[in-house]
């Protein structure tokens, strides 16, 4: 047998590993409301030749593949327990298994690993949240989409309507259609129909109310049978506690804003301050997509460095709030055509980390331009540190940090060299730290870090809701603390 021959030989088998390991992680999703993940990033709904790909993920932790043969022993352990609602973390659990030395069977290490989620200590399924989206657009409908892929196990999250302003003839038809296929994101993961009659467009199963109102004052949610829901405001046209209380109609619980909030709004970065937020706050915000960006690996390098000052660079893809072309705008310089242009902009991201990191006592200024692409953005974060170091120790702990610790759903760490923006389209993760272009000299860091300022901020504020609705499962093994 040839090596080509050998090396396809090797690839069929792991093809069929992994077709496997599909049946067993939905019926654990479906049945008992188990995420099963691979370094945080979940194998729920996903393809053969995915979970292969995620698999290749691991060289990042070894230098070398992790193999599904590994991991299915892994999967096959958590379908014979008597798990609760959680995320276990597979990828996790085969490196700690490679690292114990007690001679434990696979079975038996992964029963004491998640023994939080079983038996007498798991988690009771919930009944679901309802959720109501007020605006529906690129953020709106990108959140729609991750509302209706976790709604699998109907215990969750559950999107229940849609608020927007009318729109003229086939209205509903237009927006289903945007919802079923994105010109950046792709086609939507499932199937999609529409009731004229009833103004409800039904996703994946999910029947989902469109309401057409001009202000929230117009809409009692109680008369859809929607009740203790959570709104998700992404028109922007609220941002401080009197306006967003305006949606605080009944059959609303909690009022989530996906842009940064003024005033005494909160605004929450999830993994870095989602935990200060009070039982009974009702309005709440998930700050910006370059906030979340920067703020995780911010608090990263104050943990282990501590920082003195740093100035945020952003280069941020244009967006709906620029000219297509020339013409008048509010703001001095997003007049200019964005495809045409870069444009210098304010952000307002460098301040928003005092909401997020009241302990950090530097000093961070900001800037934007905005670049003609129309999603992923890079952030270059320049940081004087309280003690020298240098660009490897850096880079080991921004690697462990995105592997196993609570950030690590926030931060991801990439050493592709060749890496460029559009590779980042569909990132999960609020940031992604570029190893190849960090920069360390003494005490000072340069950090590039990229993110779908579309996506990966959409899965941010998903986070958000899951946490203050209370559908936020632990995770197994915990991450190092």
Known sequence: MTVNDDSFTNWKTREEIAESMIPLIGKLHRERDVTVLLHSRSLVNKSVVSILKTHRFARQIAGEELSVTETLPFVQALTALDLGPSQIDIGMLAATYKADDRGLTVEAFTAEAVAGATGANKIERREGRDVVLYGFGRIGRLVARLLIEKSGSGNGLRL?????????????????????????HGQFQGTIT????NSTIFANGNAIKVIYAND????????????NAILIDNTGKWRDREGLSEHLRPGIDKVVLTAPGKGDVPNIVHGVNHDTLKPDEQILSCASCTTNAIVPPLKAMEDEYGVLRGHVETVHSFT??????????????????APLNMVITETGAASAVAKALPDLKARITGSSIRVPVPDVSIAILNLQLKRETTREEVLDHLRDVSLTSPLRRQIDFITAPDAVSSDFIGSRHASIIDAGALKVEGDNAILYLWY??????????IRVVQHVSGVEYPTYPAPAV
């Open 160 to 184: 229940r309507a849609i608020v927007v302003r009318g729109g003229g003839e086939q209205d509903i038809v237009k927006r289903a259609s945007l919802l079923r296929r994105d010109s950046i």
């Open 194 to 197: 529409v009731d004229e009659a």
């Open 216 to 227: 929230p004052s117009e809409v009692d949610y109680t008369a859809y049978g929607i009740k």
């Open 320 to 337: 709906n709030d620029q000219n297509l072309l020339d013409n008048y705008h509010k703001s001095e310089r997003r007049g200019r055509s």
């Open 452 to 461: 779908d300022n579309e996506f990966g901020y959409s899965c941010q504020v």
